[in-house]
């Protein structure tokens, strides 16, 4: 059984594979239209069942167009419409749905719900969010990090603000595939010890944002008022002084290229200069969720 809860579930061998996977059927269906099933149809006959108790557009959306591309078929659902949303188990609900279908992916809160979803599921389980990691956003940020003509090896990422669950596993990202990754975080919004032991020595955290960007290829960032959190003014007054400008993109390696995960909140992390500057890769960074889930969904069926 192959779940995807972590990018660690797949080791630096997999993770190759599936963005190499990845890149080789983007180009396959360049000119086609979406909804035009893959030549091969790989997962012909197989359901994905998509659990949310958090809100989505690019994972609900990419993981439901990657399933039917691939020749699938999906069926959603948000967990205040379920059984779940009610007090039925984790436990329970991964059994009931193993009986329904081939494969979940449940986006959520607290990262032991998805670690006890495939505890007891009978299929394959995907991670497509939690409050402590984003695999699946992070293959789509390597995937395009690769057709932007820099190698893994050797990279240098620097993130600016919050130390959330994405930067946990660009963390991970960094240890498992050989690139260094340098943290600018306030006081107070710092990863933690075990997110950075993630790095396996490949990443740091550090006090400014001149520190992290310096020789950096990569510059990443993310809201800074994650989903459920309160609008908190302490917080945002914190992280002003980590917003990626315009100069500060100017530090950073010539030909340095601009991520962050979306939604943005245009005028805090990130001004619009930079977000819609010609550094910027977020649109195919987004795109890319598409296209890596696919070969994610692959690799869970060990087709990969």
């Not at 997999?14 to 990845?22: N, S």
């Not at 293959?139 to 993130?159: H, N, Q, R, S, Y």
């Not at 619009?272 to 550094?279: E, K, L, S, T």
């Amino acid at each position: 059984m192959r779940h995807f809860l972590d990018l660690s579930d797949a080791g630096p061998v997999g993770i190759q594979a599936m963005l190499d996977d990845a890149i080789a059927r983007k180009q396959a269906r360049v000119g086609w239209s979406k909804g035009k099933v893959d030549a091969d149809a790989p997962l012909a006959g197989r359901v994905l069942a998509m659990v949310f108790e958090k809100n989505s557009t690019r994972t609900r959306v990419s993981f439901d167009m990657a399933i039917r591309q691939l020749g699938g078929t999906s069926i959603v659902m948000d967990a205040g419409s379920m059984q779940l949303g009610r007090g039925e188990s984790i436990a329970d609900t991964a059994r009931i749905l193993s009986g329904y279908v081939d494969a979940i992916m449940i986006r959520t809160d607290d990262h032991q719900k998805v670690v006890d979803m495939a505890r007891y599921a009978s299929v394959p389980v995907i991670n497509g969010l939690t409050d402590a990691s984003h695999p699946c956003q992070i293959m789509a940020d390597l995937e395009t990090i690769l057709e932007a003509g820099f190698a893994l090896p050797g990279l240098k990422v620097a993130w600016l603000g919050d130390g959330n669950n994405v930067l946990a596993s660009i963390m991970e990202a960094g240890g498992l595939m050989g690139f260094d990754v340098v943290a600018a975080c306030p006081q107070g919004y710092q990863p933690s010890d075990a997110d950075v032991a993630r790095g396996k020595g490949r990443a740091r955290v550090v006090g400014t944002p001149h520190e992290a960007v310096e020789g950096a290829d990569i510059i990443v960032t993310d809201t800074w008022i994650s989903m459920g959190q309160a609008h908190a003014e302490t917080k945002l007054a914190a992280m002003m002084p980590f917003q990626v400008t315009e100069a500060l993109m100017a530090e950073a390696r010539p030909g340095a290229k601009f991520l962050h995960c979306l939604p943005a909140h245009r005028g805090e992390e990130v001004v619009d200069a930079v977000i819609d500057g010609p550094q910027s890769l977020i649109w195919q960074e987004a795109e890319n969720r598409l296209h890596a889930q696919k070969a994610v969904l692959r690799w869970c069926f060990g087709q990969i």
